[in-house]
């Protein structure tokens, strides 16, 4: 074997990739021209998945909302990774609010209302959500929730229904 000393530091790595080692996701342009690729979740809501991890249980994606008001109370039982890309927002729970640029960490537990504040045209948003997204009312009750499952099965239906193929949103699959 070469002296690791003596290697070109612009020479590739030269040993072969762990088999069970997955496809790397590149997109160019995570936020498309193309409406199609955004994927309907509520009445002017949409996302843009990027990676939907079904062996972890987490999602990435673009949280895309042009209508001000509250999106959703929910809960994560695991972290929660956010970075404003454009627009702002808050929880009705805290007093910070979430601007261009901001990075939000939410921890594990906590239970939380999306509001988009009035005169915001377009707000989006880069989440990494572990596990599930619990949504509940006021006082904790269940009413609904989201899982990197259910993210798949809202893709497959509207790529299938703009004309891209529900087989689209395998790409985003590891």
Do not use: C
């Given at each position: 074997m070469p002296n690791q000393h003596d290697a070109d530091p612009r020479m590739p790595y030269q040993l072969p990739m762990p088999r069970e080692a997955q496809a790397e996701i590149v997109i160019p342009h995570a936020i498309p021209e193309d409406e199609r690729l955004w994927v309907p979740q509520a009445e002017n809501v949409w996302f843009r998945p990027l990676c939907l991890n079904t062996a972890q249980g987490y999602w990435?994606?673009?949280?895309?909302?042009?209508?001000?008001g509250v999106l959703s109370r929910h809960?994560?039982?695991?972290?929660?990774?956010?970075?404003?890309?454009?627009?702002?927002?808050?929880?009705?729970?805290?007093?910070?609010?979430?601007?261009?640029?901001?990075?939000?960490?939410?921890?594990p537990g906590?239970?939380?209302t999306l509001v988009v504040p009035e005169g915001v045209e377009e707000m989006i948003t880069f989440?990494?959500?572990?596990?599930?997204?619990?949504?509940?009312?006021?006082?904790?009750?269940?009413?609904?929730?989201?899982?990197?499952?259910?993210?798949?099965?809202?893709c497959r239906k509207h790529y299938r229904?703009?004309?891209?193929?529900?087989?689209?949103?395998?790409?985003f699959i590891r």
């Open positions: 990435m994606n673009l949280l895309r909302v042009r209508k001000s809960r994560h039982p695991q972290p929660v990774h956010g970075f404003v890309l454009k627009g702002r927002w808050h929880y009705l729970e805290h007093d910070w609010e979430a601007t261009e640029g901001s990075y939000v960490f939410e921890p906590e239970t939380h989440f990494q959500v572990n596990g599930v997204m619990v949504y509940t009312d006021p006082w904790g009750a269940v009413t609904g929730y989201e899982d990197v499952f259910t993210k798949i099965d809202l229904e703009a004309g891209l193929g529900e087989s689209f949103v395998d790409q």
